[in-house]
């Protein structure tokens, strides 16, 4: 078997409404051997992974998909339920998938749902693996498997801290996303209603307060000036500092660096001068700035606690040990270390809830004080410390103590937040209780941090896990109905879905909206262009929804990018069909008119149920029957026909609808009529000329009634919006030079030209002039009909060729012409492969009151040469 292509869908797509992997695999061989044939594989499978016992698949029941195998299934079905149990193995739980078969023999195209994105790339190569292995008869070891699986997980997953916030937010249906490949940077919610954090620092975490935390001299002072108790302390910069400071404190000393965190060169309980060098010394090591500063201070007794504050709201508090041992009377140390760490809470880092033990010098040094070794045999409940502070990271446990918290010390705690000027902030606390207010008590604060671990509290070693997570998102979307979501309205179609989506932007930015908008040309942001090129796909999307002074977002949807990635988001507000019509069948296994539809389809099938609109054209008969049943939400119908029979019931029910009526764009709703604009006022209609442009302005009209645009500010949006290159770069840009009359249109399908046809004869008065072109990646048939179509519109046919996809240099110029020229209609038909020979060609033929239509791919560069031509006049023409 190979595998042919291997990616990831993002978002809604082709096969399923979620995000899924699509694996295109050729089976080769295999394509005659059904598992049927394959002796034994049902129980070799079954054997391997008995929780494949649960898959009911297409039987309905557990074990169906067993029966399949035992009947005879494909290899490549096998594979898709291999890939989704190995991912429910390494914890992941999914369980939609499919196998479609394509048009080519033994190549399957197969899909199933992931969670994570990596880990599921990696099941799918790992399904292969195996079921190549079950048909060749070979071994398969599936512990390895599992554990290259695992560290694909464990690689690409959320910090247990990250997750918790990402988790909370999901739970409010806010949208998410990591904006940065290898970090937890992290964004919430799109456009402008977005919030991003890192870790556990927000957008809105102080500067200044990261500073001060990130400096505990600092620290101290602030807490010390507002009357919090803390420890009496020196900043050293050597050894013999560090003796004299511990000499005036008293015994016994701490020391850390200034600037360090997760406890790392933190020295407690010192109490010689032997030990305070070695604590130096650890201090100096961990110190992360250039300050070469350590700070030795008083050593409070007390249990350690750290104290979490979110958004000024003391909202978990928890008892810190740090790493031990418990002797049992039969384990050394040693032993009883290697038993802690096989607790599967306990991971490396920050990867799981606990923290495996390492022994190291401090460990050593601290089993030494107490009079043992890594070889002490411990008396049964002795206990053996083995780290001098209590952090998760360095292999602590913690008890949660949040509901015994006294009042007062509730208040200091919050207080501290408030004086650092954190908005989440973790509190190191000494103290011998936190049910007794400080000043009653030997207690201090020792430590704030930025940015604070969540492990502890979200799953304590004892006591109750409570949900820090939640608490962040409460704190950055105060409102609980708020989701972080601007509306998104997606449109798609064969043809006029750049135009439909400038003109949608065009009219919410009439209305005072910041719009970020993606189309076939541009990425703009609020009349801004930022990117240039295709951006008709999910990329568009990233980037728009990103953009954090984006109020809307307006976005074209192509076919490709459906197939290849999906939607860039889970869902819109909005979703516009314009028309389904022949264009790229034959790619990506859309060989069909049908095929298309449903590709198409994806779009309205995303809108959400609630509060979401559908706008379909109810002259398109693939609209109406595929569109209709796809859609999610409300449908609102344009027509160019206001007696249309199909839509009397969607009127009887109070449906809404766009029409014509008079010569006017009207809105439809029951028994009530609101006049919208004329159709001869709106530039782009050409008074009547352009019935194509008149559909995708009452697309853009409808969907901008359903994201709520007031009348006027949707009347003056298709006033004020012209085919100039402009506002409408390459889409029936029409204007006059010298005589001359000029039309720019990127339309390079049959429908397309169709649509135009009307507009080239209302506008042409004298000889059409056409220059012309089409991807090689259309059907043989495609592209003659095409030639076909401009055969019947041009008298003078000029054919060139800029993007020949996989085909020989001129074929796909031939396969045009050979049409126009057995179509008939065209005097004159000629290949100029160059696309600025054949402009230049047709420019220097035409004679004032001639009519040029220009299809061509250099939008920008055919504009400014027609501008600066003088065509001859005809005095000229007679004295040449």
């Known amino acids: 078997m190979r595998i042919l292509e291997h990616r990831a869908l993002r978002g809604p797509n082709y096969y399923s409404r979620y995000q899924a992997i699509f694996l295109r695999l050729d089976i080769e061989e295999l394509e005659d051997r059904p598992s049927d044939k394959v002796p034994g594989i049902v129980d070799r499978l079954q054997s391997l992974i008995p929780s494949i016992h649960d898959h009911r698949c297409s039987v309905g029941e557990p074990g169906g998909f067993l029966v399949r195998v035992r009947h005879g299934t494909w290899a490549g079905h096998m594979v898709e339920h291999v890939a989704i149990e190995l991912q429910n193995l390494i914890g992941f739980s999914v369980g939609y998938g499919k196998c479609v078969d394509s048009y080519e023999p033994g190549i399957y195209n197969i899909i199933y749902r992931y969670r994570d994105e990596a880990s599921g790339l990696a099941a799918g190569e790992a399904a292969v693996e195996i079921v190549q292995k079950l048909y060749d008869g070979e071994e398969v070891a599936l512990g390895p498997i599992i554990d290259h699986l695992k560290k694909v997980r464990d690689a690409n997953a959320l910090g247990p801290s990250t997750g918790s916030i990402v988790n909370a937010a999901k739970a409010r249906n806010i949208p998410w996303y990591n ?35 990130d400096d505990k001299e600092w620290t101290k002072q602030v807490l010390e000036d507002a009357g919090v108790p803390v420890p009496r302390g020196q900043i050293c910069h050597s050894y013999e500092d560090a003796q004299a400071a511990a000499d005036w404190i008293g015994w016994p000393v701490v020391t850390k660096p200034l600037s360090g965190n997760h406890g790392r060169g933190v020295s407690t309980d010192i109490a010689s001068a032997e030990d305070l060098k070695a604590g130096f010394d650890a201090a100096l090591a961990r110190v992360r700035d250039d300050s070469g500063a350590v700070i030795v201070e008083s050593c409070i ?21 740090p790493a031990h041992v418990i002797g049992d ?20 880092g920050h990867e799981n809830l606990l923290t495996q033990i390492h022994v190291d010098e401090q460990t050593l040094r601290l089993l030494d004080q107490a009079g043992h070794t890594l070889e002490t045999v411990l008396p049964k409940g002795e206990i053996a410390f083995l780290k001098s502070t209590a952090n998760i990271s360095t292999g602590g446990t913690a008890t949660d103590l949040t509901d015994e918290v006294h009042p007062k010390v509730k208040f200091t705690m919050e207080r501290i937040g408030r ?21 009653q008590q030997s207690a201090g604060v020792v430590e704030v941090n930025a940015g604070p671990g969540f492990r502890m509290h979200m799953a304590p070693t004892h006591g109750t896990p409570r949900p820090v997570g939640e608490h962040v998102v409460e704190m950055l979307f105060p409102d609980p109905t708020d989701n972080g979501r601007i509306p998104i309205t997606a449109i798609t179609g064969t043809n006029g879905k750049t135009t439909t989506t400038r003109l949608t932007t065009h009219i919410l930015r009439q209305a005072g909206n910041s719009v970020g908008m993606g189309c076939t040309g541009t990425v703009e942001i609020d009349s801004h262009v930022i990117l240039r090129g295709d951006y008709s796909g999910p990329a568009a999307a990233q980037t728009v929804l990103r953009e954090p002074t984006v109020e809307h977002a307006v976005l074209e949807v192509a076919r490709g990018g459906i197939m290849r990635r999906g939607l860039g988001f889970d869902e819109c507000d909005v979703g516009v069909l314009l028309n389904i019509a022949s264009d790229h069948l034959g790619e990506r296994d859309i060989h069909t008119l049908e095929e298309l539809a449903r590709c198409k389809t994806v779009v309205v099938d995303a809108v959400r149920k609630e509060g979401g609109y559908c706008v379909l054209n109810a002259d398109d008969p693939m609209v109406m029957e595929y569109g209709t049943y796809w859609a999610r939400g409300e449908i609102i119908y344009f027509t160019m026909n206001p007696d249309n029979p199909a839509l009397k019931e969607h009127l009887a ?12 764009i009207v809105l439809l709703r029951g028994k009530v009529t609101v006049e919208i604009v004329e159709v001869n006022d709106v530039p782009i209609a050409f008074e009547g000329h352009a019935p194509f442009n008149v559909q995708n302005a009452m697309a853009a009209a409808a969907a901008a009634i359903a994201l709520g645009v007031e009348m006027d500010h949707i009347r003056a949006g298709l006033l004020t919006f012209h085919p100039t290159p402009a506002q409408m770069p390459g889409r029936t840009n029409y204007f006059e030079a010298d005589g001359v009359k000029c039309l720019i249109d990127y339309g390079h399908n049959v429908p397309a030209l169709q649509a135009l046809e009307p507009l080239v004869k209302g506008l042409a008065t004298k000889r059409k002039i056409g220059v012309a072109t089409a991807p090689g990646n259309r059907r043989d048939e495609d592209l003659s009909a095409l030639g076909e179509q401009l055969a019947g519109m041009c008298d003078l046919l000029f054919i060139y060729e800029t993007d020949s996809r996989g085909r020989e240099t001129g074929e796909t110029a031939k396969l045009i012409r050979d049409g126009a020229v057995g179509a008939g209609g065209a005097t004159r038909v000629e290949t100029i492969l160059s696309e600025h020979e054949a402009v230049a060609k047709a420019i220097g033929d035409a004679k004032p009151g001639d ?19 003088s065509f001859p006049t005809q005095a000229e023409l007679a004295q040449a």
């Open 419 to 439: 004086l650092v000027g954190l908005d989440v902030i973790g509190i190191d606390l000494l103290a011998e209780t936190l049910s007794v207010p400080l000043d």
């Open 851 to 869: 009519f040029l239509l220009l299809l061509v791919d250099d939008i920008e560069g055919t504009t400014e040469r027609l501008k600066g031509r």
């Open 329 to 348: 009377g039969r384990h050394t140390v040693q032993e009883l270390i290697d038993i802690e760490n096989s607790d599967p809470r306990r991971g490396v």
């Open 653 to 664: 029910n109070l449906g809404m609808l766009l029409t014509v009526k008079h010569g006017k």
């Open 301 to 321: 007794k007390g249990e350690d606690h750290r104290i979490l504050v979110i958004g000024g709201k003391l909202v978990a508090a928890a008892r810190r040990r």
């Open 179 to 213: 904006l940065t490949e290898g970090t937890s940077y992290t964004q919430l919610g799109h456009g402008i209603k977005q919030r991003r954090f890192q870790a556990t620092v927000t957008d809105a975490s102080g500067i200044i307060g990261h500073s001060i935390a």
